[in-house]
């Protein structure tokens, strides 16, 4: 079982920055991050593996997201810079232990067994 707990949400005005965390209970093989924005289906922003350091990102996403993470603190983390109203979302991070879907599916949904409860995200023109 991994406990997520994101922290960091807000409201910015575009162009701005904001940084999201995760703390996780225990080390999964990886873990993501994801946003749903009102009326639209849960998309990926960026997945992690965890000891490597090594990231994917999702359609779009590599240009202004940037996602890390500190081991030792366990904690997760997703760098935004120069939101856009369109960047407005509830924004989750996701664990997994599954290391096989790693390959394939860490930038689908389907590839996570844990979810944090998620922070919102509103970014103002």
């Known amino acids: 079982q991994v406990q997520l707990v994101e922290s960091g949400g807000g409201s910015v005005t575009a162009g701005g920055s904001l940084t999201l965390a995760c703390a996780y209970s225990s080390a999964p093989v990886f873990m993501g991050w994801f946003r749903q924005a009102p009326d639209k289906a849960r998309e990926a922003v960026a997945a992690?593996?965890?000891?490597?350091?090594?990231?994917k990102y999702g359609d779009s996403m590599r240009d202004r997201f940037t996602i890390s993470r500190d081991y030792a603190k366990r904690t997760l983390y997703l760098q935004m810079n120069n939101l856009r109203p369109e960047d407005t979302a509830m924004y989750y991070c996701?664990?997994?232990?599954?290391?096989?879907?790693?390959?394939?599916?860490?930038?689908?949904?389907?590839?996570?067994?844990?979810w944090g409860q998620g922070t919102e995200v509103t970014v103002s023109p």
């Open positions: 992690i593996w965890l000891t490597s350091g090594a990231a």
């Open positions: 996701a664990a997994s232990s599954t290391a096989s879907l790693w390959a394939g599916a860490a930038l689908t949904v389907r590839a996570y067994t844990y």
